[in-house]
C-alpha cells in the first residue's frame, strides 16, 4: 500500500522504515529536513509539506499523523482537512486524548475522510520488535488498512498460544486489535500508560527498598548490600515479575548500577492524568496508578533512587531524556 507518514520523530521514523521493509510505498513529511533525508536514503519519497503529500498520494490516501499529541497533532489534521480528498483515510498514532479522536473522527466525516486512531505502543523498539497496536475506528476501514497494521505489529512470534483463543480474532494474537469505534483505541493505549506508570512505581520503590538496607540507620546485623544487578538479572529469569520493563532495569543498572546517570526527574507525558480522570467518571478507585502519577509529581522536588530507576526504564523503552531542572 501507498502511506504518507507526517512526522519523523523516533516512533514515526520506525514505523516508516518498518512499512518500507514489508514492501509499502511511503510518502514523508516533517519539518526537520534530516530526518527526512534519511527516510530517502531508506527508500521513502519526500514531501514538501502536506498538501504536497496529500497531491502525490491523490484520492483514496492513508495518512499516519505521528506526532506529539495537542497542538502539533491537530495543526496536521486541520491541514489533512483542508487537503485530503473525500475517501481519504487519516490515521493519528500518537498518544492523543481519546475525547479529542470522538472529536476530529465527525469533524473529518463532515468532509467524506475516514479517522483511525491507533494507540502505538513500542517506542524506540518498534523497527526490530513490532508496535502493539490498539485501534479505533469504522469496522470496515480497519480491515482495509490490515495490511499496514499487519506489517507494523510484532506477529506471534514464538509465545504460546493462550489456551481458549481458538475462536477468536488472530489480530490480537498478531499483535494489534480493533478496538471499537473512533476514540476506542486511543482510550485503550491511555489505561495501559496507567498500567505502565504502576508497574514502573513497583519496580522503582522495590529497588530503593533493597538499596537502603545497607543504610547506617539500620541495626549493623540488619544490613545487607544487595547487589542490584544480579538481583534485577536473577529476576529476569523465570520469576513471576519478569518483564520487558524488568530487563531494561537490569540493562540499565548493569551499565551503572549507581545510574548516576540519571537525576530522577521523571516527566509524565498525560496519560497517566487522562487514565486516572476516566476512573474518576466511571467512580472506579485507581489507588496505583494515582500514586504513581503522584510520585512523579514529587520526584520533580526530591528526587530517590526508585526515582533514578524510573528515569533509567523511561530511557530504556522510548529514549525519554530527563527535563532540565525548573522545567
Known amino acids: 500500500m501507498e502511506i504518507g507518514i507526517i512526522g519523523a520523530g523516533r516512533m514515526g521514523s520506525n514505523i ?33 509539506s502536506i498538501a504536497d503529500m496529500a497531491g502525490q498520494l491523490g484520492s483514496s490516501a492513508v495518512f499516519w499523523v505521528m506526532l506529539p499529541a495537542g497542538t502539533a497533532t491537530q495543526s496536521a489534521i486541520d491541514a489533512l482537512a483542508a487537503d485530503a480528498s473525500a475517501g481519504a483515510v487519516v490515521i493519528d498514532g500518537g498518544n492523543s486524548f481519546y475525547k479529542d479522536s470522538i472529536r476530529r473522527a465527525k469533524t473529518l466525516a463532515a468532509g467524506g475522510v475516514d479517522f483511525v486512531d491507533v494507540g502505538t505502543s513500542g517506542g524506540v523498539w518498534g523497527l526490530e520488535r513490532g508496535f502493539c497496536m490498539m485501534i479505533g475506528g469504522d469496522e470496515e476501514v480497519v480491515r482495509r488498512l490490515d495490511p499496514i497494521f499487519d506489517a507494523l505489529a510484532p506477529g506471534p512470534g514464538n509465545l504460546p498460544r493462550t489456551p481458549g483463543r481458538e475462536a477468536r480474532d488472530d489480530r490480537a494474537e498478531r499483535g494489534y486489535i480493533h478496538a471499537g469505534p473512533a476514540g476506542a483505541g486511543h482510550f485503550v493505549k491511555m489505561i495501559h500508560n496507567g498500567i505502565e506508570y504502576g508497574l514502573m512505581q513497583a519496580y522503582a520503590e522495590g529497588f530503593d527498598i533493597l538499596k537502603g538496607k545497607a543504610s547506617a540507620t539500620l541495626p549493623e546485623d540488619e544490613r545487607f548490600t544487595i547487589d542490584l544487578p544480579d538481583v534485577a538479572e536473577v529476576w529476569r529469569r523465570g520469576s513471576v515479575i519478569s518483564s520487558w520493563l524488568l530487563d531494561l532495569s537490569a540493562a540499565a543498572l548493569a551499565k551503572d548500577p549507581n545510574l548516576d546517570g540519571f537525576s530522577g526527574n521523571v516527566s509524565d507525558s498525560g496519560e497517566g492524568r487522562w487514565a486516572i480522570d476516566a476512573a474518576m467518571e466511571e467512580a472506579v478507585p485507581a489507588h496505583v496508578m494515582s500514586a504513581a502519577l503522584y510520585a512523579r509529581y514529587r520526584s520533580r522536588m526530591k528526587s530517590t533512587f526508585g526515582d533514578q530507576v524510573l528515569s533509567a526504564m523511561r530511557f530504556g523503552f522510548g529514549g525519554h531524556v530527563e527535563p532540565s531542572q525548573g522545567e
Do not use: F, M, N, P
Open 16 to 48: 516508516a522504515r518498518r512499512l518500507i521493509r514489508a514492501g509499502h510505498q511511503v510518502v514523508a513529511w516533517d519539518l526537520d529536513t534530516g530526518a527526512i533525508e534519511a527516510l530517502v536514503q531508506d527508500g521513502a519519497r519526500s514531501a514538501s
